[in-house]
């Protein structure tokens, strides 16, 4: 099933999205990826307020590379997902809904995910120019010192994305492994 969904990622929202499914997405999102999570959470834990409100925040796995003149973002292919699992869990649990990147997830994750109602997006890896095609504006918001894994806000316009884990922890990694080898045994 196809999808065309405007953010923010309510807890509505995601609750209706479903392992497997293809979405569109158009709204505003926040970029980071581990060095930028380790900050934030250390603000967390300081009591101090992040650089943007988590609630409802989709959040991409991403190091874009500088644009070129006429471009507004380089090339923005996912990160592996799996470098943030350390961290996904505590901005979940400050609102933080949407996560696109690629790769599996912890079950700490998961289990994160079915507490607060989040949603794994995939974006297809080694695709980062076609998705940047679908950012339409970029802020750099905080840490510019960590250069490609600054924190930045997007507006993108029907993003590719599936669906990999939903908000009850249905993962179409292990559901589409379990349907390929019964099928082919």
Known sequence: MEKHITLPLTEELAK???????????????TSRDAGHKRMCESLAKGEPL???????????????????????GSAGPTTSGRMDAYAPTM?????????????RLPEVVDAMKKYSGVYFGAIGGAG????????KCELIAYEDLGAEALRKLYVEDMPLVVIID???????????????????
């Open 16 to 30: 209706s999205l479903k392992a497997g499914e293809t979405v569109y997405l158009t709204g505003t999102i926040y």
């Open 51 to 73: 650089p943007f409100d988590p609630t409802d925040a989709t959040i991409y796995y991403v190091g874009p590379t500088p644009a070129k003149p006429g471009q507004v973002i």
């Open 92 to 104: 979940m649990s400050v609102g933080a809904r949407g996560m696109i990147g690629k790769g599996a």
């Open 129 to 136: 120019a076609l998705l940047a095609k679908c950012i339409k």
């Open 167 to 185: 908000s009850e922890g249905n993962n179409l990694y292990e559901e589409g492994r379990a349907a390929y080898l019964k099928k082919n045994n």
